[in-house]
């Protein structure tokens, strides 16, 4: 094993507690030392490090729980039952995936498109719960990934009966009973209320196995928080669709997961920001201030219980009912102790700008605030919270005008009929100044550089088209993301086909890089050895398929080379540390490995809001609040970036929130919905963290694909939030398109018009598409020289900033 992997495991281990989620605590854990314990569960030897798709992670290793307990000295006394679930879960996913090919039969389809990313339930059976020892664990696991959605079925989102009767039997059988979740999202719970240690484990990556070891032996201790609103799968809202083939209709507005849950006053099972430790915090009275537009919040936080901890407190605030509708409260800032001793206490600070509340006004195209009290409260879950104080706006404000963007979905949003409230006459306040708005500043129109923008117009119509596709690979390795010749395996690259401006090559993520594990050089580039299918891929074919593939796949010659990378948390887990040093720090990791394996832009982090439960990679996103979301991922991106010649592509810009049909569905929304919930996250990304690249998606936005949206790609992007970065596609490749849909495919000469400056993966048709649009031969499809230039010329911009540094450090 190399020295960065080392480190990096390391570095990993001692920090990954802090994305676990302690839901229930009896007081059992941490336990004194190692001895016999007793494992169960389908992730005890079967763990999940991350989801499924191109955010896997090619590791050397990862550490299963049942190999992180032995490496911590436990002795494992149900061996015989994991080896018996063992042949319960192979003969179930034989079952699983025969069950795949015959659907594919039927619909005339590949299996490989049906099932990438369909997650096997999990199987009932009937096995003796008879371990020794007074301490067991039963390790429920669930999987997901790229490509298909959850399900509100047993095994998925529901548990089995199985689980329910062993979960509950164990619970009265030992006297140390802990139910660790190693799952991507949420399950519902309510059938096992009756368990009294209950831990989000979640999926570490590498680690997964010895941070959990070192957690029960309070060796280090959880701190994290949820994300992510989980409650009874009932009592979720289905005001909007899920799932649509050709639309989905977010009908719920701005109410989207604890703005839902506290504006009606239902109760969750663990609400959005709870979160438990080994310890116990009490909030001292806190001191408001203001400063400007600005508001300032300190209060003293103090470790009341017997072990070391860390918290987190949550502020939120609730603006004044007036003529647009608001949610109870919403998430205004955050922030998390260092490591805190019994009896210790720690002063945090939480500030925001007044304007960052404003509400988005669709008559007026404007950012408003309306005059009234704002009621701000502190706490540690959005259900936790007692006011704190108040800011008083006399007079309503018009914050920003801007430009109507996004369409228009054809329907009203959904309102509340009342909204939760609560009194807040006599209690601190601070008042803001309307004039204190007008000191605002904001960014400037963004443009490339003057000397791309030289250099783009000397370019020949073949040679802006050439620099706005990317390099041509062609077949199955464009489509599972592995078609760079710079670095085997890593998802793709852009074509050197201009002097002076070389190939920026892209690997997958948001849990690490994924490039090839083995592979060969010769003069014409990497090549990959093996498969570089993400995990379980190969499986979906006949075995006449992959005897063929396997006939395809390159003798190796020469040396053979080897290259691991380190499989992070995911993105969900990250987040739930709540903590955005910690995620600058895996941005420094993967930067280092970037660097090592030659690599310029990481496709992560991947930022879409936790919508609904059941999106399939839900896993790879951060949560469903925006705030959170950009704060953790514009840690992610400074992390990254800190390091020259490294970049991140955030995504997927906008409103991926489904994986049914991705490709051609569109996502119907209101522009307040738009801009308050799924713009805004990418917003506070760009302003706090400035990327390098931003990645569109798959999907449409009320009947238009985002890739194609130029009022939200220029006006929006370019206009509004004054970004220079680069622009790119998703990987678009027409083979995998459904025929006869509503929707067609996203297509490369009205992305590139929309400001879309490198369609992905890139193949001859899009090549060939473009150029015949800049000729005026594209039929309805217009591409103009001036709007290729801009594209091109971006495209410049970033491969020089991302090479460059090297010739001016050598």
């Not at 020949?460 to 078609?483: D, N, Q, R, Y």
Request: hydrophobic letters at 40%.
């Amino acid at each position: 094993m190399h020295d960065y992997e080392k480190q990096h495991y390391e570095l990993l281990r001692r920090n990954a507690p802090e994305c676990m989620v302690l839901l229930k605590n009896r007081g059992d854990f941490p336990l004194s030392g190692p001895g016999e314990i007793a494992l169960y569960g389908s992730g005890a030897r079967h763990t999940v490090k991350g989801g499924t798709g191109s955010g896997d992670v090619n590791s050397r290793f990862f550490i299963t729980v049942e190999q992180g307990l032995q490496n911590a000295g436990f002795t494992v006394t149900t061996g015989a039952w994991l080896d018996a679930y063992d042949k319960v879960c192979a003969a179930a996913h034989e079952r699983f995936l025969e069950e795949i090919r015959r659907e594919a039969k039927e619909k005339h389809t590949m299996p490989i498109l049906l099932g990438m990313g369909r997650a096997m339930p999990e199987p009932n059976y009937a096995l003796p719960l008879d371990g020794r020892g007074d301490t067991a664990l039963y390790v429920l696991s669930r999987n997901s990934g790229e490509g298909n959605d959850r399900r509100s079925i047993p095994g998925d989102v529901l548990l089995t009966e199985t689980e329910i009767r062993d979960i509950l039997a164990l619970q009265e059988k030992y006297a140390h009973f802990m139910l660790v979740l190693n799952v991507g999202g949420p399950v519902d719970l309510t059938p096992v209320a009756a368990a009294e240690n209950i831990l989000i484990l979640s999926q570490l990556g590498t680690v997964t196995g010895d941070a959990l070891a070192d957690v029960l032996l309070g060796r280090s201790y959880p701190s994290g928080k949820l994300t992510t609103t989980w409650a009874a799968w009932p009592d979720y809202p289905m005001i909007g669709g899920f799932g649509g083939e050709d639309d989905t209709d977010y009908r719920e507005g701005i109410y989207v997961g604890y703005r839902y849950f506290d504006t009606v006053g239902k109760a969750a099972a663990y609400p959005f920001g709870f979160g438990l430790g080994y310890t116990s915090f009490a909030l001292g009275a806190a001191e408001l201030s203001a400063e400007g537009t600005g508001i300032t919040v300190r209060v003293p936080v103090s470790n009341t219980g017997r072990f070391p901890g860390r918290d987190t407190v949550q502020l939120y605030a609730s603006l004044p009912e007036g003529r647009l509708d608001r949610p109870y409260q919403t998430l205004a800032a955050f922030a998390k102790t260092g490591e805190l001793k019994p009896g210790e206490s720690e002063t945090v600070t939480l500030r925001f700008g007044m304007e960052e509340l404003a509400s988005y006004d669709e008559k007026a195209a404007a950012w408003v605030l309306e005059a009234g009290r704002t009621i701000l409260r502190l706490g540690t879950s959005s259900r936790d919270t007692s006011v704190c104080g108040a800011v008083d706006l006399k007079e309503g404000v018009t914050v920003r005008k801007v430009t109507r963007v996004g369409g228009v979905p054809g329907f009203a949003d959904w309102k509340p009929e009342t909204r939760a409230h609560e009194d807040a006459e006599n209690v601190p306040a601070v008042t803001i100044s309307p004039a204190a708005f007008a000191a605002l500043k904001w960014p400037e129109p963004a443009a490339p550089s003057e000397r791309a923008r030289k250099k783009a117009a000397t370019l020949s119509a073949e040679e802006l088209i050439g620099l706005c596709i990317g390099k041509f690979s062609g077949g199955f390795t464009s489509v599972i993301g592995s078609a760079s010749t710079h670095v085997a395996g890593a998802a793709g690259e852009s074509i050197e086909s201009v002097d002076g401006v070389p190939a920026l090559v892209m690997a997958d993520g948001p849990a690490g890089l994924r490039l090839a594990q083995k592979y060969t050089k010769d003069e014409k580039g990497c090549h990959a050895l093996g498969s570089t299918m993400p995990a379980g891929f190969e499986e979906l074919f006949s075995p006449a398929q992959r005897w063929f593939m396997q006939k395809l796949e390159k003798k190796p010659k020469g040396e053979i080379f080897e290259q691991y990378c380190t499989a992070i948390p995911i993105g969900t887990a990250l987040a739930q540390s709540w903590n955005p040093a910690l995620a600058e720090l895996c941005g420094e990791l993967v930067a280092e490995e970037m660097e090592h394996f030659g690599v310029h832009l990481w496709l992560a982090p991947a930022m879409n809001i936790h919508r609904s439960i059941l999106c399939g990679r839900n896993f790879e996103y951060l949560s469903e609040d925006p705030l959170l979301s950009g704060k953790i991922a514009a840690g992610i991106t400074r992390g990254v970036q800190k390091h020259p010649g490294c970049g991140v592509t955030i995504k997927h810009f906008f409103c991926n929130n489904q994986e049914t049909n991705r490709y051609q569905t569109s996502s119907n929304l209101s522009e307040r919905a738009l801009r308050e919930i799924y713009l805004r996250g990418f917003a506070i990304c760009i302003r706090e963290g400035d990327p390098v690249a931003l990645m569109t998606s798959y999907n449409l936005v009320n009947g238009v694909h985002t890739s194609e949206r130029r009022d939200v790609l220029k006006t929006v992007l370019r206009e509004e939030w004054g970004w220079r970065g680069l622009v790119m596609t998703d990987w678009i490749v027409s083979m995998i398109g459904k025929r006869g849909g509503k929707y067609r495919m996203a297509k490369s000469a009205p992305s590139i018009a929309a400001g879309n400056s490198l369609f992905m993966p890139g193949s001859p048709g899009d090549y060939r598409m473009a150029l015949s649009a800049m000729q005026g031969k594209g039929g309805k499809h217009m591409l103009t020289r001036g709007e290729a230039e801009t594209c091109a010329a971006y495209v410049m911009d970033t491969a020089w900033r991302l090479t460059e540094h090297k010739e001016e450090n050598r």
